[in-house]
């Protein structure tokens, strides 16, 4: 399918203009409850976002009203409840040491990094470090999405279009480097699922664009 809007050119208006909502560190600071969220990383810039690049797109895919919720678990729930700490957890021991029991026996199939296998009394301290990490090297923004149907069709959109943007590449100390994912790694995001996907046309991303500008006047 051809397009009427590259990824770069849509990954340029998206950096541009979540710079008119605020950049938020906690969860309870969130003034709506159903959107979108988008992280950034200490550290992490590019040509499209001088400041800060966007690394992962989230949403609360199957419930109304929980976008708070969705964002505690990512910085007070566990690693079953949140891939993004599983990644997050995953890459702070890789990093630290490679041939950690807890990855074994391959990468994504040890016990930290499986869904629903629990922590041992090695890996188990991690779960304070991603809070910590989280609290001390990210930021995020969020964009009032009120539709379910609406929302989870962008957050697949926003999310295939960041990953797919070519100036928006990982530095080459990104953490997410030490990430098990393939899709983490190649992307420069901390997603995994819509990475490869179709792309932004211009017609979602103007509707979108309208939402960050209704959603900066609400705050
Ligand atoms: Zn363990
Ligand atoms: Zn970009």
């Known amino acids: 399918m051809t397009s009427d809007l590259t990824p770069n050119q849509a990954c340029a208006a998206i950096h541009e ?33 001088p400041k800060e690049r966007i690394v992962r797109v989230g949403n609360h895919p199957r419930s109304q009203g ?33 041939s950690n029991p807890c990855l074994s026996p391959a990468p994504g199939k040890g016990h930290w990094e499986r869904q629903d296998a629990r922590t041992c009394p090695r890996c188990a301290p991690t779960e304070t470090l991603v809070s910590g990490l989280l609290r001390d090297r990210f930021r995020f923004r969020c964009v009032r999405v009120p539709d379910l149907v609406e929302r989870n069709g962008l957050e697949a959109l926003l999310v295939a279009t960041l990953a797919a943007c070519d100036v928006c590449r990982p530095s080459s100390s990104w953490f997410g480097l030490h990430a098990y994912s393939e899709k983490v790694r190649a992307s420069g995001l901390w997603n995994s699922q819509y990475v490869g996907g179709p792309t932004l046309d211009r017609r979602s991303l103007d509707r979108f664009l309208g939402m960050v500008r209704r959603s900066a006047a609400e705050v």
């Open 17 to 49: 203009a979540l710079k008119a909502l605020p950049l938020l560190a906690s969860p309870a600071d969130v003034p709506f409850g159903d959107g979108l969220y988008f992280f950034y990383e200490q550290g992490e810039v590019s040509d499209h976002a």
């Open 66 to 98: 929980g976008l708070v919720r969705r964002l505690r678990m990512h910085y007070s729930g566990n690693k079953n409840s949140s891939v993004f700490r599983k990644f997050l957890g995953g890459a702070l021991l890789r990093r630290d040491d490679p």
